[in-house]
């Protein structure tokens, strides 16, 4: 904007307030600013977002950014905003819900741009009228300092962890820019970073630049050389290929399945993740390991003795070792397969039903990531019921990231959840938190820790609680669940993940699911493929009392089928020794889903021809990878893991 406008803007604004008239809204002289963050870019578009912050004392009513788009590019889609084009410029406008900004609160909005030749930001930009980063009108041309102490905070044989000290400006750093050599890699509003798509056993250089809102650079920061390893378990595979699989906490006992069928199966070594289920949230908004009720199952988690014939490495347990357990073992896998990352995930359905109290205000976030971390990250067990398991620090090191797993903010999940309208805005804060936190405590340690998300496949569920892509400004990946699309809640049988939509679904329309449509639902709202990594189930939901009809597929049933462990659900490792027991097997290739039928008992499952369909879905989708529902569910061969670690493989 011209400066002789913005003195008339400030002479005017005096003059009213002279005559005890009322004027327009605070603006960035009053400590109003829109900060640019670039969140995607995919070489022939972006998507970004502008921030808008009230550093002033009084509270906006309403909010106007105008940017003026760089050459060649062109705006395709904006959310959060009403928003209207004269050629390169874009004026955005509040909607209802986000105008009344408090002092110290921000609100943002997103958009897509589409562009040829080399990414700019945006040229101009101002809110209520004044610069967006804040300046009195004078335009700001000093640099941030360089970001401090760049250093390789992890490897992997195809990608380096890197993490560094925040960068100073006069106004505010919006980004920092990652250099491998002199060639740009990524961009990014954190202070750390994962480079990926390198090759192992090989060292490579990087320096890091900082950004201002001004589009002013700073010098780079001191070079650091890091170098991957030469691969191992826990590796991305081809493309950058997450293998994600859920290890049930419960898993020790009816199924039998221990930390060291992983091993014995080959599974440790297919995976580049595991996500340690579950963390349990308390009413008053903490992570605990047992509650005052007696809740959780810490003999599960650390006190349980194993023997050698029980222990990953053969080595038994003795009794007053201070870690023992689940946790225990998995520090063994960890040291067998170095690259191996294991997340601890937050909730699942029993568990969720307090995270919207834990999500509910600045205060209560900052107290239950604290409590998480605390427990989880740091290590710091109690010790509960007179056992010798428990400390300070005893499992420090054991988990490398959390995973949220809030089945469901705005929606219902089991019966008795705590439901609020806020959830939607209170989860991209909560990750947000962790985001902080765990880059807080990751800089103090040198390392980088994950943060995750588990994510609906109902579209009115992702509609009613994800600011989508918001939340991934703060994920490192989110898995998608590409299950229980169907299951035996429904008196009509169905499968319970077809890739396509089926062909004569009698579901009303909003609940024909499947694959596709979940994915699709997530990219038209902005999230990016790479970063969605597509759920699948090594289990299956059945129906009896089934109609002998159209082989079983969409008819009416009488109750769930008989399972091992729980009615309407089996594991696949039982469902497989059905063959040859009077059910036949059924396949529709185009929708990708199967099921066995015995005429009156149905079950929708997954095989490793299945697994191996959709894996390869997910890869030539360009998506993220596969996560599996759950590792326990696989026969001692690891078939079903095999499948998918050998359809994610080009």
Known sequence: MPRRRWQFTVVLAALLVALGVAGPPAHGAGGVTATFTKTSDWGTGYEAKYTIKNGGATALTGWTVEFELAAGQRLSSLWEGSHTVSGQKVTVRNVGWNGSVAPGAQVSFGFGVSYSGA???????TVNGAPCDGSPGEPDTQAPSAPGNLRGAGATASSVDLAWD??????TVTGYDVYQGETRVGTTARTSFT???LAPKTAYTFTVRA?????????????VTVSTTDGGGGDPGPGGQRKVGYFTQWGVYDRGYLVKNLETSGTAAKLTHINYAFGNVSQDGRCFVVNQAGQGDAWADYQRRYNAAESVDGVGDTYDQPLAGNFNQIR????????????LSLGGWTWSKYFSNAALTDASRK??????????IKGNLPKIGGEPQGGPGVAAGIFDGIDIDWEWPGSEGEVGNVIRPEDKQNFTLLLAEFRRQLDAYGAQVGRKFELTAFLPADPAKIEAGFEVPKIFDYLDFGTVQGYDLHGAWEKTTNHQSAIRVVPGDPSPPARQFSIETTIKAYTGKGAPKGELVLGVPFYGRGWTGVTNANNGLFQSATDGAPGTYEKGIDDYKKLKNLLGQGYKLHRDEASGHAWLFNGTTFWTYDDPIELTRKARYARDEGLGGAMIWSLDGDTAEGELMTAVHNGLSK
Do not use: I, Q, W, Y
Request: proline share 8%.
């Open 195 to 197: 480079v990926s798509g």
């Open 211 to 223: 950004r201002d809102a001004a589009g002013n650079v700073s010098a780079p920061s001191k070079p």
């Open 367 to 376: 107290a239950f990531v604290s409590s998480c971390l605390d427990l989880f």
């Open 166 to 171: 925040a960068a100073t400006d006069n106004v």
């Open 119 to 125: 990414f700019a930001a945006p040229v101009t930009c």
């Open 332 to 343: 063994k896998l960890k040291a067998k397969h170095p690259n191996l990352k294991v997340n």
